[in-house]
């Protein structure tokens, strides 16, 4: 993750949409896009469509923070309090936010836990994911993102399932 903080949403939304295609700065528009409809029609995002796949995404841990951060950054006393966000940016019919239980005092959550996403439009979806140090009394803390092309994960097959897509926090 990039402790790149004073990024705003968006900017980090176009980071991982142009993350795709092996980062060459060119995405093609997806043929949903491009393609009119039987009467010209053109693509309407707040249109109803059905469930075309489900992201299943599975937060393992995160590591490193107490490499690249002081022992007193987070919390003074104590190791901080790590937390993910995890949602999705799309369509607004797409647009879900998880998020993890928080660990305290460890510099390396392991929060195990696993969120899924059904998906109308995957061609459009931004899988983000933000890590935040808990705080009781202050604001909490941002720790690191990450934003990646839900078109461009790995597809795996699962036994007994439909055909899903799964990651891990990077
Ligand atoms: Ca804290």
Redo the contacts with the bound molecule.
Sequence with gaps: MCPAQGYGRSLWLMHGMFRANGGCGYVKKPDLLLRAGSNNEVFNPTTNFPVKTTLKVTLYMGDGWDKDFDQTH??TYSP??FYAKVGVAGVPADEVKHKTKTMDDNWIPSWDEQFEFPLTVPELALLRIKVL???LSDKD?FAGQTCLHVAELRQVLEMGASPALQVSSQ
């Design positions: 987070f919390d901080p309090d140090d808990y705080n803390e």
